[in-house]
Every structure is written in structure tokens, then in C-alpha cells.
Nanobody, 121 residues
Framework: QVQVVESGGGLVQAGGSLTLSCTASGNIFSINYMGWYRQAPGKQRELVAAFSLGGTTNYADSVKGRFIISRNNTRNTVYLQMNSLKPEDTAVYYC???????????????WGQGTQVTVSS
């Protein structure tokens, strides 16, 4: 199995910054995809930012210019630096990782438990 664990959420005032971390561990052969999603109360889960195979990055239009996704391949870790936070960024942020596990060799698609980010106005 491949486990994904997020950290770094919390309460911040509008205009402030937070950095989330996500680490994948366990039966990993490769990580082809790693990214952040969020889900606000009463809304569907949406993509925030992600790395895909080849290193390309995707950002939601609502966070472009404010959020930065980065990674440490050695540590199987991805970060989400969130700047100029707005109350509408309040949500549970989830990390998702996908790739191939080691034994048996098959694909995985793992989600973390989520970390709460609350932005006060």
C-alpha cells in the first residue's frame, strides 16, 4: 500500500500565507502524479495544483499567481505554498498521489486524510 499524509493546515487571516506538505510512503515504485485538491463545505472537490508525468504543473485559475506547488523527489514530498489567502480558499485540502507500487507491480491512486485551511476575513 501507498500512504499519503498531509500537514501544515491551520487558521490564517486574509492576506496571509500557509505552506502545506504532503509525503507519500510505503510500497512505491514510481510516483507519476502528485497534487492538491480542496473541498469547501457544500461544494465538490476541485483541483488546486498538481504535478503530472514529465513535471508539468497545473493550477486552478482561482489560485494562479498566489499558490506555488513544488516538490522534493528524494523525499516523495510535494508542497503547496499559499500566499495572499482569501476567505474563499477555506476548505479541507487533500493530497493525491498516483503511480506504480513495487510489489505486486500495479498502479495506485492514494488520498490523504485532508488538512483544514481556514482563512478569516
Amino acid at each position: 500500500q501507498v500512504q499519503v499524509v498531509e500537514s501544515g493546515g491551520g487558521l490564517v487571516q486574509a492576506g496571509g500565507s500557509l505552506t502545506l506538505s504532503c509525503t507519500a510512503s510505503g510500497n512505491i515504485f514510481s510516483i507519476n502524479y502528485m497534487g492538491w485538491y480542496r473541498q469547501a463545505p457544500g461544494k465538490q472537490r476541485e483541483l488546486v495544483a498538481a504535478f503530472s508525468l514529465g513535471g508539468t504543473t497545473n493550477y486552478a485559475d482561482s489560485v494562479k499567481g498566489r499558490f506555488i506547488i513544488s516538490r522534493n523527489n528524494t523525499r516523495n514530498t510535494v508542497y503547496l505554498q499559499m500566499n495572499s489567502l482569501k476567505p474563499e480558499d477555506t476548505a479541507v485540502y487533500y493530497c493525491n498521489a498516483g503511480g506504480s507500487q513495487l510489489v505486486p507491480r500495479r498502479t495506485y491512486d492514494s488520498w490523504g486524510q485532508g488538512t483544514q485551511v481556514t482563512v478569516s476575513s
